[in-house]
């Protein structure tokens, strides 16, 4: 098996899996229990919290809700910064190319309560560019929520500057979805007043992620009960699920460095060995793009017969993201960076972890070349 | 009281004449394996079989009766002695059984000629012990519960409640047929009216990977397990198509590719069923719904099926109708899921809706199509349910299990 499509998941790491495994043998009880037990799994959780913060290095300024992944973790972002802060004003900017976990809260807030909802033109590279976020500001703007790598082109904002040009507006917060850019790309996370990730991106598991944001913020929440997680997020904390979390982080941030220089070799090799193909590059190839995501446009054929071909020898891709997968629409984030219909419609998402090599590329071209020659064109 | 067995009513099957044995003992055996799973004794004759309850809810009974082929109608019964207080009692019970109705009526079959009254005074007697114990009127036009009552020299019957069944005839005595299936909403329907019909189906499909994703076959699994529930073994049998398909468009223009798939389709199947014995080829097609099913298409197409027969259950049916149907036997929500079938994956620009046989003919020379025929019937799979089960089939599979 080649696994090329780690953007959609990837494999868990066994020291999470050990963590999550002895926590959920040996610390049971309720981290909410006041008894002895419990408060041993209360400590545990909030060391997971410390653990975090520390890891990205914000524990002065920031503060962490554990909850069940990037989509939880965006929707509590807009839905719980739009109820809270209202008053100030209704207005929030969004990237175009956002995933649907932020997109979608956002529109769902613009139809059901009045926001005005700006999805922010990306170039063609599929950045939000400092000028454009500029333009779009003004006094009621509350929350501006761009990610920090793209899902389908792994193209990379710079966060830092457009945090900078909303801290202009003392009223306004920003909140950049980092699920694709954790342990991949170099962040100052201290210019983001919110962000969020998710487990299974980074090696954990599926059913956690975090929230952080900083201590002055205040959310309505969006499931309500028992009042755990400061109030923001009410059910029983995951006390395993938040452990093998943290410990996903550390390993991910640790060997970030070392996985960057092994993935751009990847990606090289994988570039030279299509250069004489039909294809057509979407993702940026310098500093702009991630090497850990690469999605190409098949000129001649169709994605997802090439992305069957693949399959059937065991190598698997994605046609443009794996949520969209099997329907035959375009891809809304190609198509926001000017890409044509037919290439949007037919992308090829090519997915790296730091666990491929250079001899899978290498089987995927051979594949890869055999299939377009093979297969009818569309 | 409680009504303590099941009648059940055959329909087309009264008009056959030295047939009707072998009609009735073919029900009566799908009937019994039908209701294996709930442990009930049945028994036939020549005009009804009934299926004896021994305390059992008569409803997921009857649920079940209704999916079996060659039942017109299930009526609960109650069988009493022939004696008229017995017959009184019964008979208001099993009113009782029936929540919310009101009115009544009374028919009286009296086979039993020494029975004392006649069949107005055995209605009458019914009808005025029922009035005085019940709280219920008598209405002769639009009775909400209607009471049958058939004196026999064994005992009396009583029934005021019956359902309709499937209709047909019984499955397995009118031959099997090759169902073409492609995982689409009509397919299956056909697949049903045939079964319905009294026709075992054994299902061929067409799979073109990569052009048509694994997902399908998963798919067509579904719609076997709800086929599975009409005809209690099924098999799909898998036909790798893609060389075949690859072919037909490099040496096939355009408007014609359709039409030749099509003949190429028509051709392995008419071979499959042969092999296995089938009577007849049968496709989900309806006329005029796509360019491939226009008469003259149908026309060319059917050429190469050499006076095999061809069915099209669905042929005049409106594609509303499908959809409901498709509801009704629950293959709607499987079929629309959003994979490619070998149809679907070319579309022509302009496909031929009127081709000509001469120029099929023509296109059909370009190429060595029966080498690749071939090789298609040897790259058959076989896929087989029963019991809603997947289960491991007969023949080609075994071939590559470990010894």
Same mark, same amino acid.
């Given at each position: ?65 554990? @909850?069940?992944? %990037? ?5 509590? %972002? ?56 500029? %333009? ?25 500057? @457009? ?130 995501? @690469? ?14 071909? @693949? ?68 | 009281?409680? $009504? ?32 294996? $799973? ?7 004759? &020549? ?66 000629? &020494? ?124 036909? $790798? ?22 003949? *190429? ?32 298409? *149908? ?12 069915? &099209? $259950? ?56 029966? &080498? ?32």
């Amino acid at each position: 098996m080649i696994y090329f499509d780690s953007a959609a998941s990837t494999c868990p790491k066994k020291e999470v899996l050990d963590v999550f495994l002895s926590a959920s043998q040996d610390e049971y009880a309720n981290p909410s229990s006041s008894h002895a037990f419990g408060r041993s799994g209360g400590r545990l959780l909030e060391s997971a919290r410390k653990q975090t913060l520390d890891l990205f290095g914000v524990s002065a300024t920031h503060q962490a809700i554990f @909850l069940s992944g %990037a989509t939880e973790a965006n929707n509590l %972002a807009l839905k719980g910064i739009a109820f809270s802060y209202q008053n100030r004003g209704k207005k929030i900017l969004v990237s175009a190319v956002e995933h649907p976990s932020v997109l979608e809260p956002a529109r769902y807030l613009a139809k059901a309560f009045g926001f005005e909802v700006v999805e922010l033109p990306v170039d063609s590279y599929g950045r939000v560019s400092p000028e454009t976020l500029q %333009a779009h500001m003004d006094k009621d703007v509350i929350l501006v929520s761009i990610m920090g790598v793209n899902n389908e082109t792994g193209t990379i904002n710079d966060l830092k500057a @457009l945090s900078q040009i909303t801290h202009r507006y003392p009223k306004c917060f920003f909140h950049s979805d980092l699920t694709q850019a954790i342990g991949k790309v170099e962040i100052d996370f201290s210019c983001l007043d919110l962000f969020s990730f998710s487990g299974h991106k980074i090696h954990g598991l599926k059913g956690v992620g975090a929230l952080i944001y900083k201590k002055n913020i205040r959310f309505v929440p969006v499931l309500h009960g028992g009042g755990q997680e400061f109030g923001y997020r009410s059910s029983t904390v995951a006390l395993p699920l938040a452990l093998s979390l943290s410990k996903a982080l550390e390993l991910s941030l640790a060997s970030a460095k070392n996985n960057l220089a092994h993935v751009k070799s990847l990606r090289e090799t994988l570039l030279q060995g299509l250069e004489n193909e039909e294809i057509r590059v979407n993702s940026p190839l310098d500093e702009a793009g991630s090497p850990y995501v @690469l999605s190409l446009s098949l000129l001649r054929h169709k994605a997802s017969v090439i992305m069957e071909g @693949l399959s059937e020898e065991g190598i698997y891709v994605s046609t443009s993201s794996a949520c969209s997968a099997s329907l035959e629409k375009p891809s809304y984030v190609l198509l926001s960076m000017g890409v044509d219909e037919d290439s949007a419609k037919n992308a090829i998402r090519v997915s790296f972890s730091e666990d491929n090599t250079l001899g899978e590329v290498r089987l995927f071209l051979s594949s890869f070349h055999r299939l377009l020659k093979e297969i009818h064109a569309r | 009281m409680k $009504p303590d067995m099941l009648m059940i009513h055959y329909g087309e099957l009264s008009t056959k004449g030295d047939n009707k044995k072998a009609f009735v003992t073919a029900l009566l055996h799908n009937v019994r394996v039908a209701l294996k $799973p709930f442990g009930l004794e049945s028994k036939g004759d &020549r005009d009804h079989i009934y299926v004896y309850l021994g305390g059992a809810d008569p409803t997921p009974v009857i649920s079940r009766l209704k999916e079996v082929s060659g039942i017109q109608r299930i009526s609960i019964v109650m069988k009493v002695e022939p004696k008229m207080e017995l017959i009184q009692e019964a008979t208001l019970s099993l009113l009782q059984e029936e929540a919310g109705a009101k009115s009544f009526k009374i028919d009286v079959k009296r086979v039993d000629k &020494r029975f004392p009254l006649d069949s107005y005074g055995i209605a009458c007697a019914v009808a005025d012990y029922v009035l005085e114990h019940g709280d219920y009127e008598v209405d002769l036009h639009e009775p909400e519960c209607k009471v049958k009552l058939t004196l026999r020299p064994e005992g009396c019957y009583i029934s005021c409640h019956d359902e309709l069944g499937l209709g047909g005839y019984p499955l397995g005595m009118i031959g099997k047929v090759t169902m073409l299936l492609s995982g689409g909403i009509d397919s299956p329907v056909a697949a049903f009216s045939l079964i319905r019909r009294g026709i075992r189906v054994e299902c061929l499909h067409f799979a073109s990977p990569p052009y048509t994703s694994a997902a399908v076959i998963d798919k067509l699994k579904d719609i076997l397990a709800a086929l599975n529930v009409y005809q209690n073994d099924i098999k799909l049998q898998v036909l $790798p198509f893609t060389k075949l398909q690859d072919a037909i468009y490099a040496n096939v223009p355009e408007p014609y590719c359709i039409t030749i798939m099509r003949r *190429m389709m028509i051709r392995l199947a008419v071979a499959m069923a042969k092999k296995n014995r089938a009577l007849a080829v049968a496709t989900g097609e309806s006329i005029g719904q796509v360019a491939s099913q226009t008469l003259e298409s *149908m026309g060319v197409i059917e050429e190469v099926a050499d006076s095999f027969p061809i069915l &099209r $259950p669905l042929c005049v049916e409106d594609k509303l109708s499908i959809i409901e149907k498709s509801k009704r036997i629950g293959t709607y929500d499987i079929s629309i899921r959003p994979y490619e079938d070998c149809c679907t994956i070319f579309k022509p620009r302009r496909p031929k809706t009127k081709p000509k046989l001469e120029e099929c003919l023509e296109y059909e020379k370009r190429f060595d199509y029966q &080498r690749l025929i071939d090789e298609c019937l040897e790259g058959v799979t076989t896929i087989c349910f029963s019991g809603g089960q997947e289960v491991l089939s007969e023949g080609e599979n075994h071939a590559e299990l470990p010894q």
